[in-house]
């Protein structure tokens, strides 16, 4: 049976993906240490390990016999990494390098890694491609940008995805539990009544809002599925690949979708821009379709419908 060592498997994403890999039979072993994920995302019946990924020493053993780790721990607060760029570096790049001289001392040869389309700034043409200039604007940007590196002069084989903005739900109450994507943020003041806050409105964009390339989350997981599989088919792996919809979508068009989907109950309402903020990007996928035979299958009105479904679904739990 394969063994895959999901980093991060507490936290959004990691999770749906330790959970996609179980159900389909292949045996996952979690990391993480809860600075953001939950106990409660974790599977009941996978292997875990509450750790730190710079503990290197303690991946090691964790590693061993490993077909490949997907890795998918790290600070993941863009904006805030500015105020606080210690904190991503440490755990984004650090990290990182932790993770992969653990791989190398114990020859666990395959890495997939959770980069972020935040490598490329503020984009001189859309669509983004992985060959477009890469310009990180935010600390946390730098310190993915500087990870990705890391893994490539590693020597080992390596899948990097830069995700562009994941949302949605794919697994019962699963959700973003970041305070700073608009999703969740949507979803808390939906919950508490109060009005969502859109962050700028005078971005030189038709609507004045931030135009972002959404992907569903169970998009991201079938991009790892097809990740693992490109391991299998190759002797040796070395790419980058966005992971995007291809398509630019305002705040303010998923506010309406909110809107039509929350109905009355749902207000939002504008304040001002962040720092780090560029006014348009969306990327084109087409490399990843092409060599990982990946395409995305969810929509806006998916990712929309899911995230309010898991958060339904989690306030029924919580209410019983
Ligand atoms: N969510 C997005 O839209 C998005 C976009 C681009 C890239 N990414 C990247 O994807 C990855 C997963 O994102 P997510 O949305 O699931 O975030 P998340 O915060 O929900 O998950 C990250 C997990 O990593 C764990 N973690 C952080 N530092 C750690 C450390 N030093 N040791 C062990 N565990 C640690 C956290 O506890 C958490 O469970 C992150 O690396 C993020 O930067 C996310």
Redesign the pocket.
Known sequence: MEKWVV????????SHISRTLLERGIMVVG???????LIS?LHPAMEFHN????DSESLENIFRNATGVIH?????FAALSVNEPEEAF???LE?TESVVAAMKKVGCQNIIF?????VYGTPTHLPVTESSSLSPETP?AES?LLAEEAIRSSGINYISLR?????GSGIDNIE???KH?LFPIILDAWQNNQIARITGKNFPTPDGTAIRDYIHVDDIVSAHIKSMEHFNSKPEVGNVYNLSLGEGVSVLQVMENFKEMLGRSFNFDYMGMREGDPSCIYGSALLAQSQLHWKPKKNLKDMVESAISARRTKLKIKSV
């Open positions: 980093t991060g498997s507490a936290g959004y994403i990691g990391v993480d240490n809860f600075s953001s994920g995302n750790l730190d990924i710079r998918s721990a790290g600070y993941k440490a755990n984004n990290g959770s980069s972020s389309c935040a946390y993915k995700f562009f903005n994941v949302v973003d539990q970041s994507n």
